[in-house]
């Protein structure tokens, strides 16, 4: 188990006046407080390996910049489920295949590649709610102005 953590984790075992020691970072552990420390890192090395990918946390960042509530909390759960695999870059499309040789066109317009932002953006037959959802945002700015 040492040898999965430490390629994770800066962990390894020490040998002190013929006792057996685990360290994390250069510290050795004491017995009560090794699986809360061991179990910390795994959960901090994981979260900095999310934070890493380059579109986490943008949405915290945006909400979090005003005191004013955030709403998303009151979506559907259709909704929610879309939004959250959107945001991991998980909705199934043709691009998203991931194995095999399987085509990676738009299966609505034909367009080289069907990511997410085509079909949410740009894509042809998508237009007339796209032109809905742009300009129910444009209502909601010019009413808030």
């Not at 984790?9 to 040998?15: F, R």
């Not at 691009?95 to 990676?104: D, H, V, W």
């Amino acid at each position: 188990m040492t040898r999965r953590l430490s390629t994770k984790i800066n962990v390894s075992w020490a040998i002190d006046d013929n006792e057996l020691t685990l360290q994390l970072n250069g510290f050795v552990l004491r017995r009560g407080m090794a699986e809360y420390a061991l179990r910390n890192s795994i959960r901090e090395y994981y979260r900095q390996k999310l934070l890493a990918k380059p579109d986490q946390g943008k949405v915290y960042e945006v909400t979090s910049a005003t005191y004013l509530p955030n709403h998303f909390h009151f979506t559907r759960f259709a909704d929610w489920r879309f939004i959250r695999r959107a945001r991991l870059d998980c909705v199934p499309l043709n691009r998203s295949q991931q194995f095999g040789n399987r085509n990676k066109k738009c299966c609505r317009c034909g367009y080289a590649t069907e990511t997410l932002p085509h079909v949410l953006c740009h894509c042809k037959p998508n237009f007339v709610s796209i032109t809905k959802r742009h300009n129910a945002i444009q209502d909601r700015l010019v009413r808030a102005f």
